[in-house]
């Protein structure tokens, strides 16, 4: 089974000001071809914060495909 990280990078969903639509795209995607999302984030869209969130999630978390959407 392949396992899936997605991060979206978006200051207003951070701030929970917007909805997250097209990570929910992505995760029925991933459902559909046999995957599982282990990790999900929001993170800013700030270069730092974005490495640290990609890094942590294939470094710790034991993501198979990262998947990034926004910015």
């Keep these: 089974m392949i396992k899936v990280g997605i991060v979206t990078a978006s200051d207003k969903g951070a701030r929970g000001e ?3 639509v097209s990570a ?3 995760r029925d995607i991933v459902g559909e ?3 599982v999302v282990e ?3 929001i993170v800013p869209d ?3 914060l974005l490495e ?3 890094t942590d999630m294939i470094d ?3 993501v198979h495909l ?3 959407t926004g910015g």
């Design 33 to 35: 071809i046999g995957g």
């Design 46 to 48: 700030e270069q730092v």
């Design 18 to 20: 917007r909805e997250d």
């Design 66 to 68: 990262l998947l990034t």
């Design 39 to 41: 990790e999900y984030r």
């Design 60 to 62: 710790n978390k034991g």
């Design 24 to 26: 929910q795209t992505i």
């Design 52 to 54: 640290q969130a990609m």
